[in-house]
Every structure is written in C-alpha cells, then in structure tokens.
C-alpha cells in the first residue's frame, strides 16, 4: 500500500507524512530527499546544475543507495547515500535548495529517480512524499492527498525552520525563494506539481501537523472500512 502526500515547499508534508507513517507503521520516503542528494552530489563533484548534459553524463555512473533506519522516535525513514557518501543535513543548503528545482526539471534526472523510487514499494507499505507520487510515480494508489498553505504561512514556516536550526533566515528573502521554486516546479514540462484529479486536498495553514495527520488517518479509515464491506466502492 502507498500513501501518496504531494504539495508545495513548507506545506507540512515532511511532518505530517512522517506522523502518519507513524501511527500506520509504514514507512516513511522523502522523495525531495533524493533529487537533493542528487543536486547535491553534482555540486560537490564540480557539475553545473544548468548544464543538462554534464548533469545526465555524471548520472550514468552514479550510484545511490537507499536504505531504511529506524531512528528512536518516528517511522523507520530512507537513508541515501551516493557512490558511498552519506550527505546528510548538506542536502538542506542554501546552494542545493537554489539549484534543486533546475536539477529535478530534467527528464533523465526524474526517471532516474521515479525508477528507484517505485522500487520502494516491493519493501513494503509506504507513505510518500513530493511533488508528483499521485500524478506519476504512484498514480494507481486510491490513496492520495495533496497539502496546501498560504505562501505567508509556507514561508514564515520554513523561516521559523530555518531559524530554529541556527541559521539567518528573514521571512522576506526565504519567501522570494520559495516563489521561484514554486514557479520552477509548476512549470516545468515533466511531472509539473499539480493536483491529482482524485486527491483530496488539505490546507494546513491553520490545522497543525497533528490534525491534518489525524484528518488522513481518519480518512484512510473509513476508505478502507468502505472498501472492507463494498470492494465496488474503493
Ligand atoms: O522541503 P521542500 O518541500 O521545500 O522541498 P523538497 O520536498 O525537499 O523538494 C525539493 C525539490 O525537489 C522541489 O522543489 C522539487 O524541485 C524537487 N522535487 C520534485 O521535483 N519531485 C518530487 N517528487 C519531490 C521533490
């Protein structure tokens, strides 16, 4: 069973999704996570983002690893690493964060990505999240939802992240960045965010992460109660 949680930046996918795996006992997969990593590995071997080529000659030969840990409190969640590297926290800098959008428009670089992430699924049960698990990765799963906030209160979160982890974020300047993400990823030719025509949508600006889990929980209950009784009805 996949659970597919897609939106926009700071919509509380991470931690709604990583809560309902929990209460599920599911697994957990970020899968902006891995075209990190990716954007990531290229900037530190010297590849420009922008240069489509050299990104797709690098990618052949690259290797990534994907693994699940469990960690104390959470679900047991995807751990990357590539040619033997384990990025870690690097995957959330700045100069990722600003190249990450041009490096997931590449078509080889989402097929790349879409591939391993479909593998996931033989592991297990999954709740995904990203941009384009219910349009394409996953478009098959009854169970979909897509997460929404107003930009203000996307980018006061992701300021307020930002600042809680130690590092100088004003409001103004994280929000112009998210705007150009957000465009770049509406935008782009494949797997463009959007809503799937069959996801329930949830905006979370003003329910906090544990009640838009408990929204889903409650949700895939009766679906799957509804389905229990009346297979026609799934
Ligand atoms: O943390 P935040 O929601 O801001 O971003 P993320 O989920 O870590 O995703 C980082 C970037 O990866 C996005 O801006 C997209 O460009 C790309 N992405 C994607 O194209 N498809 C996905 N399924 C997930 C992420």
Redo the contacts with the bound molecule.
């Keep these: 069973m996949v659970i597919a949680i897609d939106g ?3 919509s509380g ?2 931690t709604v999704s990583r809560l309902v795996a929990e209460s599920l006992g599911f697994r957990h997969v ?4 891995m ?2 990593a990716v954007t990531w590995k290229m900037l530190d071997d010297g590849v420009d983002p922008a240069d489509t080529d050299g990104v797709v000659h690098r990618l052949k030969t690259l290797r990534m690893e994907l693994d699940f840990v469990s960690e104390e409190s959470g679900p047991s969640a995807l751990r990357i690493r590539l040619d033997d590297q384990d990025p870690g926290r690097k995957i959330r800098e700045a100069q990722v964060e600003r190249a ?2 041009a490096v ?1 428009a590449i078509p080889q670089v ?1 097929a790349w990505c879409v591939a391993r992430q479909r593998a996931l699924a033989s592991r297990g049960d999954l709740v995904m ?5 219910g349009t394409v ?1 996953f478009p098959e799963t009854p169970y979909k939802f897509f997460l929404d906030a107003s930009p203000e209160v996307r980018a006061q979160r ?1 300021a307020a992240e930002r600042t809680a982890a130690g590092e100088n974020a004003a409001v103004a300047a994280v929000a112009k960045d998210m705007t150009e ?1 957000d465009r ?2 509406c935008s782009r030719k494949v ?1 463009p965010l959007r809503v799937a025509d069959d996801a329930i949508r949830l905006d979370t600006s003003r329910v906090n992460a544990r009640g838009v889990a408990d929204l889903i929980i409650r949700h895939l209950r009766s679906r799957h109660a509804r389905a229990a009784c009346c297979p026609e009805q799934k």
């Excluded at 970020?30 to 996570?33: I, K």
């Excluded at 999240?129 to 698990?133: A, K, V, Y």
């Design positions: 926009p930046s700071a996918k991470s970020d899968t902006g996570a075209y990190r990450v959008s997931a989402r999240e990203g941009r384009d698990i990765v992701r993400r770049l990823d797997a």
